[in-house]
């Protein structure tokens, strides 16, 4: 009969394993290709190869070693060889986001009038910033331990902070180009006010909270068969944990999650593409009307009233939407630059996913390809740190708001900076 004994210690390895070891055969489970096949490592080189076999394995006892040296070996292998690009990227999201947040914070939150459009920057520059301090930073440690990582509490905080701040984002795009389609369609009518954006972010966390309820339910810890070592007397099996869907879920949670999430993501994007293909369609025939009309040179009086009025809805939506005259314009190129980068983010991560949960991927996979897969399964991290930059490149407020902060936080350059200032406003008073 054979006896199970589970130890998690690291003294689970006998003081004669080397000994024991010349000896053993070895029996590496593809159970990690089944499940997830971006975590398997087949590889000898940690512990040598059998040589013969002895003794009866019916009465072998089971150890299950889940930490010490070769969980650790088999985890810093797997590092080096698969994860190394996505910690490296993983490192430069971090490292851009958090300064790069902090700034849009500074800016559109002690800089800027308080306007709908800049509380939805606001809003969206917090939930980056959230995104950047934990889960980003988590991903760090999960990845550096990805095979040893037996923290359920840590993994259910993780994908539920990334969870509620993906999800909220979406509502707040969404907020974004209803607002952009209703200026442009309807200039003249009531624009939304500050209460009402005010719901709308309240709303938004609302739903990130209780669309991230299932993420801490469903994740913990995976224990996860790496290899098993049989000897004379006893047999070593050799366990990973990881932070995924925890043991004991059933699939068809995981198969229901990633739907319904796919489902969500793709009718967002729709909406989004329609309500700014709008705005890019109203924009263009803008331009070519207004170039058109000429009131002047309408002679009948019905004529001119009706070109005059059309002249002016045409001047509103330009100063609304138009990337050339001024800022309302140049406001509306940086939200649908936001826009575009969070829905192309996502799609790497959601085709992965969609292909790892319903087993459609190639069990067999080289390091190459698990190292490119784990890379793009995080792809999604890259909106909540590229923001920043992309109002650098389109908001000239921005931009001279964020170089006046960091002078501010340069020693020995405040005053200076601060007196340039000064004289440049003086300059455009008198001009």
Avoid: W
């Avoid at 059309?310 to 509306?332: D, E, H, I, V, Y």
């Avoid at 930059?389 to 006046?404: D, G, M, P, W």
Wanted: proline share 4%.
């Amino acid at each position: 009969m054979v006896m199970t004994l589970h130890i998690t210690a690291k003294a689970v390895v006998p003081a004669n394993m080397d000994e024991e070891m010349k000896n053993a055969t070895f029996t590496t489970y593809t159970s990690m290709d089944t499940f997830y096949s971006d975590s398997t490592y087949l590889s000898t080189s940690v512990v040598p190869s059998p040589t013969n076999v002895t003794g009866n394995t019916s009465d072998l006892i089971n150890i299950y070693i889940t930490s010490g040296p070769y969980i650790d070996a088999i985890n810093d292998e797997y590092f080096s060889t698969v994860l190394l690009p996505s910690f490296i990227y993983a490192c430069v999201l971090l490292a851009v986001g958090i300064p790069g947040n902090g700034l849009v914070v500074y800016v559109y939150g002690f800089k800027s009038k308080r306007t709908v459009s800049r509380t939805f920057i606001l809003t969206l520059a917090v939930l980056d910033l959230i995104n950047c301090l934990f889960s980003i930073s988590t991903e760090l440690v999960i990845l550096r331990n990805f095979l040893k990582f037996n923290y359920p509490t840590i993994c259910k905080i993780s994908r539920f902070v990334t969870s509620f701040c993906n999800h909220s984002t979406t509502i707040i795009l969404l907020s974004i180009a209803i607002d952009r389609f209703r200026k442009i369609r309807y200039p003249l009518k009531k624009k939304m006010k500050m209460s009402t954006a005010k719901i709308i972010v309240i709303c938004s966390m609302l739903f990130g909270c209780l669309t991230g309820i299932p993420f801490v339910l469903f994740y913990g810890t995976k224990t996860q068969f790496l290899r098993e070592v049989e000897t004379d007397t006893q047999r070593l099996v050799y366990q990973g944990k990881l932070c995924l869907p925890r043991d004991g879920l059933d699939i068809i949670y995981q198969e229901v999650l990633l739907i319904v999430l796919s489902f969500a993501h793709v009718l967002s994007d729709v909406i989004l593409g329609v309500l700014y293909s709008f705005v890019g369609k109203s924009v263009l025939l803008s331009h070519n009307s207004f170039r058109r009309v000429d009131p002047a040179s309408v002679k009948p009086h019905s004529e001119r009233k009706r070109s005059i009025e059309l002249g002016r809805r045409n001047t509103l939506r330009l100063n609304s939407t138009s990337s050339a005259p001024g800022t309302a314009g140049r406001t509306n190129t940086m939200l649908f630059l936001v826009t575009l980068v969070f829905i192309l983010s996502f799609m790497p991560y959601l085709v992965l996913a969609f292909l790892r949960t319903f087993q459609i991927e190639a069990k067999q996979t080289s390091t190459t390809e698990k190292a490119v897969r784990h890379f793009f399964l995080r792809s999604y991290f890259l909106n909540s740190a590229i923001n920043p930059i992309l109002y650098c490149f389109v908001s000239k407020h921005f931009r001279q708001e964020a170089i006046t902060g960091v002078h501010r936080m340069v020693p020995g350059r405040k005053s200076q900076y601060t007196i340039q200032r000064q004289t440049a406003r003086q300059n455009v008073r008198k001009s």
